[in-house]
């Protein structure tokens, strides 16, 4: 196994990108995956500026505001979340009510950039990055609705969705992709935390300065180290129950539930199908993921138990 080099981005985000002299490998990232010019103005207050224990697991994220006063939240999330998609949009609507004060006029809502790097297979599509922004079309012509010449002059947009949040979705955990297209070159680091000697997309040249192992101190390198190997335990573990546990076994015993209630009954089947053996690998794997500080949401999601078996664990 190549001995790692570079810090990676999750780490970085929590503990090296907050300070204003590493600002350029964010603007960076940001620049390229926005396909605009990023110049960050400040952090602002965000859940994960607090250094919690519980959030060991790749739940870090970062608030920045640019100089037109736009928010870019930036979230990394490591563990499995069913619900993800509705955290997305509740964290971007807690911004835009965060971030106008009373009285204000609607116009003064600011901008939001949802920014979500995941490592875990978040939905299903074969793509690795996704845009999602809001437009409005008509039912009975189809045609998209503009905002008028006053609107764009006012609120210095072309568009409506504009003033709407933004959401991009980056699913890394899997893509080791080398290239010359600078979003390809990001997305390369944050799956592999490696930097190539010819990367060349904006702010990788800064994170190779900036983000060396070798340049923490022992103490800081201990905890990374720490905090990489419950990253990998995770991973590990979460591959074993996709792999054992949901696929070879749940989802087998589902099947055959099915079958046979085709014949005795559908809620009778299921339970006949979930067989003794793969109901035995589930709880094996969930008390693994158990003493791993996993939480019970995500081993019930990669597991297929129930909240009352897993509590008998």
Do not use: C
């Not at 990676?8 to 985000?13: G, I, Q, R, V, Y």
């Not at 563990?79 to 509705?86: G, K, N, V």
């Not at 589902?254 to 079958?259: D, M, P, V």
């Not at 791993?292 to 897993?310: A, C, F, N, R, Y």
Request: proline share 2%; net charge negative.
């Amino acid at each position: 196994m190549k001995e790692r080099t570079f810090i990676s981005f999750d780490w970085a985000l929590k503990r090296i990108l907050r300070d204003k002299a590493n600002f350029g490998v964010l603007e960076g990232f940001l620049t390229t995956l926005l396909n605009f010019d990023v110049k960050i103005h400040r952090l602002l207050e965000s859940e994960g500026n607090q250094d919690r224990r519980e959030s060991k697991y790749n739940r870090v994220d970062l608030l920045a505001e640019n100089g037109d006063g736009e928010l870019i939240l930036i979230e990394v999330q490591g563990e499995p979340e069913f619900a993800y998609f509705q955290r997305m949009l509740f964290g971007a609507s807690k911004l835009v009510t965060d971030y106008i004060n009373g009285g204000q006029n609607y116009e003064n809502v600011k901008k939001i950039y949802s920014v979500n790097i995941v490592y875990f297979d978040l939905g299903q599509g074969d793509d690795v990055v996704y845009h999602g922004k809001t437009e409005f079309r008509g039912i009975h012509k189809g045609d998209l609705l503009r905002l008028s010449p006053y609107q764009q002059q006012k609120f210095e947009v072309s568009d409506i969705y504009e003033l709407y949040p933004e959401y991009y979705i980056l699913k890394v955990n899997d893509f080791n992709q080398w290239s010359r297209v600078p979003l390809d070159q990001w997305l390369y680091f944050l799956a592999t935390s490696d930097i190539p000697d010819d990367a060349d997309a904006p702010g990788l040249k800064e994170a190779r300065e900036k983000l060396t192992i070798m340049q923490m101190s022992r103490e800081e390198q201990r905890a990374y180290e720490s905090y990489w190997m419950d990253r990998h335990i995770l991973e590990n573990t979460m591959t074993t129950a996709r792999g054992e546990g949901k696929l070879e076994g749940y989802e087998e015993g589902k099947a055959q539930g099915r079958e046979e209630g085709r014949k005795e009954g559908r809620e009778e089947g299921r339970e006949e199908g979930r067989t003794e053996g793969a109901r035995q690998k589930a709880l094996e794997i969930a008390r693994k993921m158990k003493e791993q500080g996993v939480p019970d949401e995500s081993i019930i999601e990669i597991t297929g138990l129930t909240k009352e078996e897993l509590s008998g664990i």
